[in-house]
Each structure stands twice: as structure tokens, then as C-alpha cells.
């Protein structure tokens, strides 16, 4: 049994949540109006339609090019438009690009058309996306494609002219070429492509846009992350063609330009190896040192400098280009490896050259003999020390001329 409410109670109910403008729709008159309204328009317009038929015109020769026939209508017109564009994920082994992307997308439809002023007006109205016919948007050449949409309360806008738009929000992990020769200056740019397969491109133009709003510098620069950061963002429309005209597609293509943020790099590679590069030089030549104390500096470095190219070939892709940062280590190694070669190469030439200079003193062979000692040492120390400096510097020219 069911409670019954008081005409009274419920009469001060109604009054209450009137006087803070809360009330119940149904007891305005013009919305009630606008429901019966609505309610007699979809009725008329769904009661001949059949959601499961494109409105796509197919009385085309698709071996014909596009227009030649000057009584059909128009190609079949669908807008792919960007309203926001998060960038998620770089993963450069695997060259790929992952972006979570909100759309709206666009078409028309002539069975939904009406004339406004037999429905007092009416404009415009939302249905279940299941009550109409949808293009199947896909994207071209990804590697992932996740639809973040409830599957059981997907929306679609209609108005009077037929058109329709609803809203997308996707995760897409796009293939991606990087080139990684400035790496870890480098900017990649990047393609999503968007098509309609199953169309032929006489009947279907495929277009996109981008909504102006997110150009403005302050959206536009959340649309990165903390290591990547966007620097640019286009949209054109190309044709994949074929040796066939039947193969041609539209491609609605979103590119975007990402630049990497280098500061990690720097400040966890490039000048901790300029550090151990430049006390393992001065431990190498290091006056009163044995040799073999010397020698165990210079390998610690060599294998230091081994393990930092193995994490480095972790994070980029295999291909033909040695990366900058690349370039410096192996330009660090080889300094060390010069300055193991020279110890090695004074002890042998002392052993091998003091006795000589002893035979047959004169002031040429003293002054020999005393380069051959010390000097020698610090002047091969002073030169590969400078030469780690202008390996450093050259490498921190690039981010200055990067603009980072």
C-alpha cells in the first residue's frame, strides 16, 4: 500500500519550492507544451525511418571522377572537429604517440529535416544515437583506439536542416617516425588520421576543424606534459591515392609538432659524464698514483660510460642515426681511452728513453729527460681536460640554439 500525501501538504510543497525558484517542469505550461511538441515531431519523423540505412547517395559510377554527374547531389559531407587535445604518452622505442582527443562530429541526414513552423517553432532536439544513423568514424593507421563513451547513453543533437553532431572522446595511440638525431633537443612531429573506409571518395568528402579556442596560449600550453610540449597544431585533408581511382580515400589529418623538454637529460647525463669525465682525468694523470691505480680509474670511467649508453639505447628507437647525447658519451669514452693510451704510452717511453738520454748528457737530453717526467703528464691532462670542456660546451649549445 502506497502513501498517500495530504492535497494541503503537497500544496505547500509546491509553494516552497516556487518560492526559490525549484519547481516541478510539469506544472509550466510552456514546457508541458514544448514536451507534447517534441513528442509529435520525432513520432512523424521516426515513423519512417530506418536507422540501419545510409543516407549516403550511392547512384554514382565510382569509376567516374567527382561531379560528373551534374543531377546527383553533392558528395556526402562529414566533419571531424577538435575541440581538445591532451598529449598522454611518447614512447620512442616503439614510435608510437598516445593522445586522448575530444570530438565533435558532424553529418547530414535529409529524412530528418522539418519545417519549423509546423512545430511551433522548434529547432532542434536531442535522441538516443541509436534512434538515427551514425558514420563509423575510424582512425587510419593506429596502432589503439579507445572510445571513453558510456556504449548505453551516447547522445546525438539534431536540428531543422538534417544536420547532426554528438561528442567523441577518444584515447588513440598513433604510429609515429621519430627522428631522434638532435635526441635529447629533438621535436617530433606526428599524424592522426581520421576516414571513412567503407565509402567511396565520389561519394563521401571528408573534412576537419579545429576549434579556435584551444589556440589561445593558455589552453594550448596544457596540452603537453612534463616532458613533451606542444609547439604546433594543424589540420588538413589529403588523398591516400591508389594506381586505382576506386582505392582513393579522404584522410581528415590532425598533425602535431612536440618538443622534448631536455632538462632531465641535462642535468641526469650530460654533466654528471662532464663531472666524471673531467675527475677521472685528473685521477689518470694523477702525480704518486701506481699505474695500476691509474689504470683501474680510467676503466670504472670506461664502464661508466658503457652503462650510460645501454640506458640512453633503452629509450630511443634503432635506427641508423647516433643521437647527440650518443655522440657525447662515445666522445667522452674516447678521451678516456686517449688518456689510458698516453699513461701507458710514458711509462713505456720513459722506460725506453731515460736510459738513451743518460749516455750522453747534454742540456737538449736534460730538458728532454724533464718533459718526459711530470710536464708531460700535466700538459696531456690540460689538453684532454679542454677537450671534455668543448664536448660539454658544444653538447649545451644545442639547448641554447634549441630554445629550450
Known sequence: MGIVFPLSFLLNQYIFLSSTNQYFPFVIPQYKEFLEV??????NLFTDYDPTISPVYTWIDVDQPIGYDSQAPKRWNYTVFLYYLKLVEVQEPEEKVSVVMELMEYWYDARLSWNTSLYQNTTSFY???????????????????????????????????????????????????????RFPFDTQTC??????PIFYRVQVEILNEIYEGIMDENIFKTMGNSEWKLINLTNRVEVLKYNDNMGNMDLAIFEITIRRNPLYYIYMIVFPSFVINF?????????GADKMSRLNVGL?????????????????PRTGNIP????????????????????????????WATPKLKMK?????????????????Y???IILELMTCANFLVMVGFWFDDGS
Open 191 to 196: 599524424q592522426i588520421r581520421f576516414c571513412l
Open 379 to 381: 700538459t696531456s691532462a
Open 324 to 351: 647527440l647525447l650518443g655522440i657525447y658519451i662515445i666522445i667522452n669514452l674516447v678521451i678516456m681511452l686517449i688518456a689510458i693510451a698516453i699513461v701507458t704510452a710514458i711509462t713505456e717511453l720513459r722506460r
Open 38 to 43: 517534441q513528442s509529435n515531431l520525432t513520432k
Open 361 to 377: 748528457r747534454s742540456a737538449l737530453r736534460t730538458q728532454l729527460e724533464i718533459f718526459l717526467g711530470p710536464p708531460l703528464e
Open 300 to 316: 670504472t670511467n670506461i664502464m661508466t660510460m658503457t652503462f650510460i649508453l645501454g640506458v640512453m639505447a633503452d629509450k630511443i
Open 127 to 181: 535522441a538516443r544515437q541509436d534512434n538515427v544513423w551514425s558514420p563509423t568514424l575510424t582512425v587510419f593507421g593506429v596502432n589503439d583506439i579507445m572510445d571513453f563513451r558510456d556504449q548505453d547513453n551516447r547522445m546525438v543533437a539534431i536540428d531543422n536542416f538534417g544536420f547532426l553532431w554528438d561528442y567523441i572522446s577518444v584515447r588513440i595511440s598513433a604510429n609515429c617516425q621519430m627522428d631522434v638525431s
Open 279 to 287: 675527475v677521472s682525468i685528473v685521477g689518470v694523470f694523477l702525480n
